[in-house]
Nanobody
Framework: QVQLVESGGGLVEPGGSLTLSCTAS????????MGWYRQTPGNERELVAT??????PNYADSVKGRFTISRDNAETLDLQMNSLKVDDTAVYYC??????????????WGQGTQVTVSS
């Protein structure tokens, strides 16, 4: 059973910084990618940043140059958010896509952490 637990959300003023962390537990056959998504009320969940296993990062245009995704090890995924804007306010979700065996893959989500950017 794979579980993802996010931490690090909170309230920050515009221009400020926050770091989100995601810790994964459980076992998988092979990780495909890990990433961060966000969602605001009434809107679809959208990609913020992802990083593939053995590959480079991919960012939404709206966060390029401000956010940095990093994966320290197989269990931890961070999102460094700088120069935060009011529009970054959302619930942020950690995502993991992984093969459970040679053929089948699954997608897992954390419970979400609220980020509020406001003066």
């Amino acid at each position: 059973q794979v579980q993802l637990v996010e931490s690090g959300g909170g309230l920050v003023e515009p221009g400020g910084s926050l770091t989100l962390s995601c810790t994964a537990s459980g076992s998988v056959f092979r990780i495909i990618a890990m990433g961060w998504y966000r969602q605001t009320p009434g809107n679809e969940r959208e990609l913020v940043a992802t990083i593939t296993d053995g590959g480079g990062p991919n960012y939404a245009d709206s966060v390029k140059g401000r956010f940095t995704i990093s994966r320290d090890n197989a269990e931890t995924l961070d999102l460094q958010m700088n120069s935060l804007k009011v529009d970054d306010t959302a619930v942020y979700y950690c995502n993991l896509r992984a093969y459970s065996d040679v053929v089948r893959w699954s997608e897992y989500w954390g419970q979400g952490t609220q980020v509020t950017v406001s003066s």
